[in-house]
């Protein structure tokens, strides 16, 4: 499971997340927009969940 937020880039828990996968090749601008791909929960789409990807997108995206 990845942390909420990637501002200490500690992507150890991340198993082989396209977020990881784009952070360690030094592709941040894709790892940040792959945040949006992480919007279900047991299989079903949740707003809420759209909605903090969104946000978490926009402050990993400020971080550079």
Same mark, same amino acid.
């Given at each position: $499971?990845?942390? *909420? =937020?990637? !501002? !200490? +880039?500690?992507? =150890? %828990?991340?198993? $082989? =997340? =396209?977020? #990881?996968?784009?952070?360690? *090749?030094?592709?941040? $601008?894709? *790892?940040? %927009? *792959?945040?949006?791909?992480?919007? +279900?929960?047991? !299989?079903?789409?949740? +707003? !809420?969940?759209?909605? #903090?990807?969104?946000?978490?997108?926009?402050?990993?995206?400020?971080?550079?």
């Amino acid at each position: $499971r990845c942390p *909420a =937020s990637l !501002g !200490g +880039r500690v992507l =150890s %828990d991340c198993g $082989r =997340s =396209s977020v #990881r996968k784009h952070m360690e *090749a030094g592709r941040v $601008r894709q *790892a940040c %927009d *792959a945040l949006l791909l992480y919007t +279900r929960a047991n !299989g079903k789409f949740l +707003r !809420g969940l759209k909605n #903090r990807r969104e946000w978490e997108r926009r402050w990993c995206l400020l971080e550079n």
